[in-house]
Antibody, heavy 117, light 107 residues
Framework: QVQLQESGPGLVKPSETLSLTCTVS????????WSWIRQPPGKGLEWIGY???????NYNPSLKSRVTMSVDTSNNQFSLKLSSVAAADTAVYYC???????????WGRGILVTVSS | DIQMTQSPSSLSASVGDRVTITCRAS??????LAWFQQKPGKAPKSLIY???NLQSGVPSKFSGSGSGTDFTLTISSLQPEDFATYYC?????????FGGGTKVEIK
């Protein structure tokens, strides 16, 4: 059974860059799409984007100017960078597998990232 | 972007009740609709895809229906483990978008 685990700093200062990594176990990262989704406290879910194992990406236009995703197939990991963060970026960030790019079938447990000085 | 609107935003129900949640898309999405269950502090769990197909391991008390713009999730007999927040999500076009959620609480 594939499992995903998010990791990274839980606190980021305003204007800095948020960096998270998702480690995939129980299966190969190859030939799948991998997504990031976030959920501000007490609010709904927002799709950030996906990266394919080859490195191709598709970002939500609302965040596109600040988002960079990358993949490390040798370590079965993929990463998210969100630049110029503000308090509104405080959220639980989830990574998820999307076999066809859009259907999200396996999710990580999530990591809370707080933007504060 | 396709807007997804769920109703109600919350509901109170008793164990054994039949519960129906509605999701409406701002434009037609055929059957590219998924449902997720989320419990407090946990990741969303995939329940249904393609509007009416149960994910492996999901009990048959959950069912989904609809096509185009109007969809429903039904829980046939609510059990204590079903009290959670439910989200719909369209995957017809990017960006993927989610409904605002329906919180199912104990009456």
């Amino acid at each position: 059974q594939v499992q995903l685990q998010e990791s990274g700093p839980g606190l980021v200062k305003p204007s800095e860059t948020l960096s998270l990594t998702c480690t995939v176990s129980g299966g190969s990262i190859s030939t799948f799409y991998w997504s990031w989704i976030r959920q501000p406290p007490g609010k709904g879910l927002e799709w950030i984007g996906y990266i394919y194992s080859s490195g191709s990406t598709n970002y939500n236009p609302s965040l596109k100017s600040r988002v960079t995703m990358s993949v490390d197939t040798s370590n079965n990991q993929f990463s998210l960078k969100l630049s110029s963060v503000a308090a509104a970026d405080t959220a639980v960030y989830y990574c998820a597998r999307a076999p066809s790019g859009s259907l999200l079938d396996h999710w990580g447990r999530g990591i809370l990232v707080t933007v504060s000085s | 972007d396709i807007q997804m609107t769920q109703s109600p935003s919350s509901l109170s129900a008793s164990v054994g009740d039949r519960v129906t949640i509605t999701c409406r898309a701002s434009q037609g999405i055929s059957n590219y609709l998924a449902w997720f269950q989320q419990k407090p502090g946990k990741a969303p769990k995939s329940l249904i895809y393609a509007a009416s197909n149960l994910q492996s391991g999901v009990p048959s008390k959950f069912s989904g229906s609809g096509s185009g713009t109007d969809f429903t999730l039904t829980i046939s007999s609510l059990q204590p483990e079903d009290f959670a927040t439910y989200y719909c999500q369209q995957y017809k076009t990017y960006p993927l978008t989610f409904g605002g959620g329906t919180k199912v609480e104990i009456k």
